[in-house]
T-cell receptor
Framework: GAGVSQSPRYKVAKRGQDVALRCDPI?????LFWYQQALGQGPEFLTY????????KSGLPSDRFFAERPEGSVSTLKIQRTQQEDSAVYLC????????????FGPGTRLLVL | QQQVKQSPQSLIVQKGGISIINCAYE??????FPWYQQFPGKGPALLIA?????SEKKEGRFTISFNKSAKQFSLHIMDSQPGDSATYFC??????????FGSGTKLNVKP
């Protein structure tokens, strides 16, 4: 079956521009996670959804970052007024149940802010 | 501060050799420790995982050794193959949903 998909795969934004990154989790997966992966580093937790509820957003670096999952499936990560330090790969992962361990990652969206 | 410390940053191993990657943590509330494999341009994929009540878990050529008292765990890849060349991340889970990742180890297996 289809895995986690993310779009766009690459995004170039000018500093100050708003961007929206989309994640399509595996069908039926309850949990959805967003991570930020800087070049040469491990993924860093941003936020977590269980269905449509955002249960943890402690990793969002600033109030310019906003995530939503209104119908409990597709999720969007929005970054307002992008800064150069926002340049990274943004990974989305989903898992079947709230505490089920295996996270399935998408290929990521590589964001470059000029 | 970094919740999970991983070493080495890079590793070169001959084909057929053993690759060993180490991780250390401080938070004793972590309850699940997975290892991920990541190829360029792809997302991480779960390789093998262990819970802290187990000292060792083996799946094929991959083994996790877990030392709860030392707060350390390691990944051993036996009979390393060129196809194993990738970046490996250890991770630790807190409160069922928050995962902390190590900084990664780039493994190069020479043919």
């Amino acid at each position: 079956g289809a895995g986690v998909s993310q779009s766009p795969r690459y995004k170039v934004a000018k500093r100050g521009q708003d961007v929206a990154l989309r994640c399509d989790p595996i069908s039926g997966h309850v949990s959805l996670f967003w991570y930020q992966q800087a070049l040469g580093q491990g993924p860093e937790f941003l936020t977590y959804f269980q269905n449509e509820a955002q249960l943890d957003k402690s990793g969002l670096p600033s109030d310019r970052f906003f995530a939503e999952r209104p119908e409990g499936s597709v999720s969007t990560l929005k970054i307002q007024r992008t800064q150069q330090e926002d340049s990274a790969v943004y990974l989305c992962a989903s898992s079947l149940q709230g505490v089920q361990e295996t996270q399935y990652f998408g290929p990521g969206t590589r964001l470059l802010v000029l | 501060q970094q919740q999970v410390k991983q070493s080495p940053q890079s590793l070169i191993v001959q084909k057929g050799g053993i690759s060993i990657i180490n991780c250390a943590y401080e938070n004793t509330a972590f309850d699940y420790f997975p290892w991920y494999q990541q190829f360029p341009g792809k997302g991480p994929a779960l390789l093998i995982a262990i819970r802290p009540d187990v000292s060792e878990k083996k799946e094929g050529r991959f083994t996790i050794s877990f030392n709860k008292s030392a707060k350390q765990f390691s990944l051993h890849i036996m009979d390393s193959q060129p196809g194993d060349s990738a970046t490996y991340f250890c991770a630790a889970r807190y409160n069922f949903n928050k995962f902390y990742f190590g900084s990664g180890t780039k493994l190069n297996v020479k043919p």
